[in-house]
């Protein structure tokens, strides 16, 4: 499969095959982070991906927002929305499983 002329989802089957033969690797690193936020299954390993949108965005990009705020990601990895702010980034977390942890450097 050319995954340079789809971006339609791909099936479990050929999501599967596409990690297993490396073929994300021959991706840019904007690439990955545009084609594996367009797919529905993951296509190469997460660590990957989460590294690709990080190095694209220029910015950390915490787990919960991959599905928290996926359509957000999606547009910002466009150009079309702003990053969120860190506020913004915690209120997505639901009240009773925020745990913020401030340090004071010493």
């Known amino acids: 499969m050319n995954w340079k002329m789809t971006m339609e989802q791909l099936t479990q089957e050929q999501a599967i095959a596409f990690h297993d033969s490396g073929a994300w690797k021959q991706m840019g690193i904007r690439e990955r982070a545009v084609f594996q936020m367009a797919q529905d299954r993951l296509c190469m390993p997460f660590s990957e991906f989460h590294k690709a949108c990080?190095?694209?965005?220029?910015?950390?990009?915490?787990?919960?927002?991959?599905?928290?705020?996926?359509?957000?990601?999606?547009?910002?990895?466009?150009?079309k929305a702003k990053a969120p702010t860190l506020e913004e980034i915690l209120a997505m977390l639901p009240a009773e499983k925020t745990v913020v942890l401030m340090h004071n450097g010493e």
Do not use: K, W
Request: glycine share 16%; no cysteine.
């Open 54 to 79: 990080e190095e694209v965005l220029g910015r950390p990009v915490y787990t919960h927002e991959f599905g928290m705020n996926r359509d957000g990601l999606q547009a910002e990895l466009e150009g």
